[in-house]
Structures are given as structure tokens and as C-alpha cells.
């Protein structure tokens, strides 16, 4: 069935650290791809998203590259930032259904 | 425009007693799907209502159901709860159906905790 195995964590790294969190997934198809981020006590929101291979997903600093070769979407960001702690999903669907597979989550501290 | 409002945000149940939660979907959002987020399972999908009907259902026990209304909004109920079903029960609504971008929008989640 569709998976998705993402690093576990928790990472924590210093500001302006580059930050890398791995995400592989398991589909037939085409999948989309997404990242969430979860800040403490609130609900998921969409980081960036890639529907198609070689698609690129960025937003705030924030770049994943949807490989179909290796099945992976890597999430990584140049310098993160204490405001960028939170935990992280990746995740895919097929058909642009609602049934959304989700990773484990990797937790990410960043410490000034 | 208003996100997802998801009521209540908190509750305390004891086992067997039932509980029902309430998602408000963003205005003109027609499909509502349920997750459960737990540290030891992580987010699984319930199910999916679009028009009224659910369209897609997860790996979870008969304990479990959910309906949505006219207005979209939804509701799901878990009867007999056991401790296990201890989590924070989240709502995402989308625009359409299968034409969405695939993106979902979370509310904020009702924690239950199970005594």
C-alpha cells in the first residue's frame, strides 16, 4: 500500500544550521507530495507540496524536490530559525483524495 | 475567512461512555476527513464525507462513525471508548473532491483523554 518513512527525530540544531529532515515513500503511480508542519498546540498546515516529478515545493525558506528515481521528497532549508521549531510530516495521497498517508513526524528544536 | 473550528477542543471521558465531536469545515469547503494523531501511531485517517456520504473510511473498528450534514459540517462518534482511544482527533476540509489540489485544511484538533 502507499507509505511514507521519514527521518525520526527529534533533530535539534542551532540557528542559521542547515536543516535536512529525509522523507521516502512507498506508492504506485503518481503520488503528490507534501510537507506539513505542526506548531505546538495547533492543527497541521501545508508547508509545500509537489504533484508531479522533479516538482519543486518551496515556501518560507523551505524547499523539497519530488525525486521519482529514489522516491524520495527531502525537506531542507538553508538556515532555520528559532520560529521554525515545530514538528514536521511528510506525506502523500493518490487521486487527489483525502486519504492522506502521513510519516511519523520529526520533531524540530532550533536553539538560538 | 474562518479555518476549520473544531469543538471541543478538550474533553475527559471514562471508558465505555461515548463522546461525539463537532468540525465546522471553512465556508465553501464540501469535503471533511477525521485523523487520529497519537505519539504511538501517529496520524491515521478515519474516514471522508463529501455530500453527505462517506467516500472513504480507514483501518479503524466499527466503534467508530462519523456523518456529515447539509451544510458540510461533521461529526464523528466513537461509542464504547476504550484507553486506547485517548488522542487528539483532528478535521481537514477541502473545496471539492477529487478535483482539490490535494492540499488539507487542519483544525486546531479535540484532545481527548480516556480515564
Known amino acids: 500500500g502507499n507509505s511514507v518513512t521519514q527521518m525520526e527525530g527529534p533533530v535539534t540544531l542551532s540557528e542559521e544550521a542547515f536543516l535536512t529532515i529525509n522523507c521516502t515513500y512507498t506508492?504506485?503511480?503518481?503520488?503528490?507530495l507534501f510537507w506539513y508542519v505542526q506548531y505546538p498546540g495547533e492543527g497541521l498546515q501545508l508547508l509545500l507540496k509537489?504533484?508531479?516529478?522533479?516538482d519543486k515545493g518551496s515556501n518560507k525558506g523551505f524547499e523539497a524536490t519530488y525525486r521519482k528515481e529514489t522516491t524520495s521528497f527531502h525537506l531542507e532549508k538553508g538556515s532555520v530559525q528559532v520560529s521554525d521549531s515545530a514538528v514536521y510530516f511528510c506525506?502523500?495521497?493518490?487521486?487527489?483524495?483525502?486519504?492522506?498517508?502521513f510519516g511519523a513526524g520529526t520533531r524540530l528544536t532550533v536553539k538560538p | 475567512k474562518a479555518g476549520v473550528t473544531q469543538t471541543p477542543r478538550y474533553l475527559i471521558k471514562t471508558r465505555g461512555q461515548q463522546v461525539t465531536l463537532s468540525c465546522s469545515p471553512i465556508?465553501?469547503?464540501?469535503?471533511v476527513s477525521w485523523y487520529q494523531q497519537t505519539p504511538g501511531q501517529g496520524l491515521q485517517f478515519l474516514f471522508e464525507?463529501?455530500?453527505?456520504?462517506?467516500?472513504n473510511k480507514g483501518n479503524f473498528p466499527g466503534r467508530f462513525s462519523g456523518r456529515q450534514f447539509s451544510n458540510s459540517r461533521s461529526e464523528m462518534n466513537v461509542s464504547t471508548l476504550e484507553l486506547g482511544d485517548s488522542a487528539l482527533y483532528l478535521c481537514?476540509?477541502?473545496?471539492?473532491?477529487?478535483?482539490?489540489?490535494?492540499?488539507?485544511?487542519f483544525g486546531e484538533g479535540s484532545r481527548l483523554t480516556v480515564l
Open positions: 509537489a504533484t508531479k516529478a522533479d
Open positions: 506525506a502523500l495521497t493518490r487521486y487527489n483524495n483525502n486519504d492522506m498517508r
Open positions: 481537514a476540509s477541502t473545496p471539492l473532491g477529487r478535483a482539490s489540489t490535494g492540499e488539507l485544511f
Open positions: 506508492a504506485t503511480g503518481y503520488p503528490s
Open positions: 465556508s465553501g469547503h464540501r469535503s
Open positions: 464525507y463529501f455530500s453527505e456520504t462517506q467516500r
